[in-house]
């Protein structure tokens, strides 16, 4: 401790340097805090990305409604997913990775010959927040090209694995014009826990409003699902919905 004249005792300068030094780890702890926070929110949001259109639902009074699968297609489940859409003269659009088309041609020529609408969902699936400018072409390119290979001449919009984007992502999407869908109606229980196609269906139902983009995962054996696309289509059909593809909806 050091003394002034009229012999007040303050705390020494290390003393002061010290509390300073804590302050500063601390509000630099905070900011941390707040980038990372901020961060996951750009990636994981679904309505929002930094640069390029992205649509998650449309606004409308109109009754109509889009039915959206990722992933796959897998040949082992292509009567399960599209059977289904068959008998109920449904449209909807699928979101494929690459590597998929490649595998199971026989299932997309019956995708595309069914009318329904493609979308790209990158070659491998891997996650699209952290990566650089010539991963993201590798990943989009080469899926275009093999979609386009199939004799598919539609629409193709974008989606990112699990919707997730942050810096280079949605660049490369606005350099080339290209738009990207989310979804505003996904009810599929990823925790690990069975969900039953009974509460699948109703949390889907519920929850579809005029413009919903609707999102299922149908491949890979999840059966689960597959068996909910039939009472989804029922129900909202019973309500006065109209299903159409996406880039019907966005019009
Ligand atoms: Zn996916």
Known sequence: ??????????????????????????????LLL?????????????????????V?????????VALTFDDG????????VLDVL???????TFYVNGKDVEGNPTTMQRIIDDGHEIGN?????RSMAFVSPETVAEEIEPTDEAIRATGYDGPLTFRPPHGKKLLTLPLYLAEHGRLTVTWDVAYEDWSGD??????????????????????LHPWFGRTATQEAIGPVIDQLKEQGYRFVTVSELIG
Do not use: C, F
């Open 1 to 30: 401790m050091s003394q002034n004249s009229s012999g007040t005792q303050y705390p020494s300068r290390r003393k002061r340097r010290r509390k300073k030094l804590v302050v500063a780890v601390a509000v630099i702890v905070v």
């Open 34 to 54: 707040v980038i990372s926070y901020g961060t996951k929110r750009v990636i994981q949001t679904r309505s929002w990305q930094i640069a390029g259109e992205l």
């Open 56 to 64: 998650s639902r449309v606004e409308t009074d109109e009754k109509v």
């Open 73 to 80: 297609p897998t040949d082992a489940d292509a009567d399960a």
């Open 86 to 92: 068959e008998d109920r003269d449904v449209p909807a």
């Open 121 to 125: 969902h990158t070659w491998s699936h």
């Open 194 to 215: 069975p969900q039953s196609t009974g509460d699948l269906v109703s949390a889907t139902v519920e929850n579809t409003r005029p413009g919903s983009i609707i999102l």
